[in-house]
């Protein structure tokens, strides 16, 4: 499993995952990547069976590109929510073993959606976290998450990951963080987040 992490600022999304990867009690991967850029001004995070999400991901990335090629402008975060929702819902014969978090801006402004994996679908206001390390990490979103700029909900990000990889033995190794707003996407450096790290 994993941790990631989903946080709505005062100007955009904050989306952040541990990058360890196992298959039971092996770690099978120690840099996996588990947030995915969708298009422009929108990424997902990814818990769970790792090539049925690389499957969903691959999928949305052709629909997202599509759809702007058709329309003439980008889909917004509660279409291609309302997109992957269906097609989980509809595999339930075969069901994908996930769970997602899907954040952007656009032009309704920010938001940010849960999706489990049978296509159930609930905007989050605040935080949200997926993955074996979650209710760690909600221990930290909780007690120190309120009406933030964006430098702030970085370092909260961080220490809740921080924290989750503490005691999850699912979730460890590095840590990524992205920002998504008014400007589109952006990946935080390695080098920032260990600065935050280290004063953790």
């Known amino acids: 499993m994993t941790t990631t992490i989903g946080i709505k600022v005062n100007d955009g999304i904050i989306l952040g995952a541990d990058t360890r990867a196992t298959m039971g009690h092996f770690i099978a991967s120690k840099d996996a990547k588990k947030i995915h850029k969708i298009s422009d001004s929108i990424a997902m995070t990814l818990a769970g069976s790792v090539g049925d999400a690389q499957r969903l991901i691959r999928w949305m990335e052709v629909e997202s590109k599509l759809y702007e090629m058709r329309r003439g402008e980008p889909m917004t975060v509660k279409g291609m929510t309302n997109l992957l929702s269906t097609v989980l819902s509809g ?60 430098d702030d909900g970085i370092e909260l990000a961080v220490r809740a990951l921080h924290t989750a990889m503490q005691r999850d033995s699912a979730s460890g190794n590095g840590i990524k963080i992205v920002v998504i707003d008014a400007d589109g996407y952006k990946e935080i450096s390695d080098e920032t987040i260990a600065r935050v790290r280290e004063n953790l």
């Open 91 to 150: 595999s339930r014969m075969y069901p994908f073993s996930v769970q997602l978090l899907i954040g952007g801006f656009d032009k309704n402004g920010a938001s940010l959606y849960s999706i489990d994996a049978v296509g159930g679908a609930i905007e989050e206001n605040t935080i949200v976290s997926t993955g074996s390390g979650s209710v760690t990490a909600y221990g930290v979103l909780e007690d120190r998450y309120e009406p933030m700029d964006t």
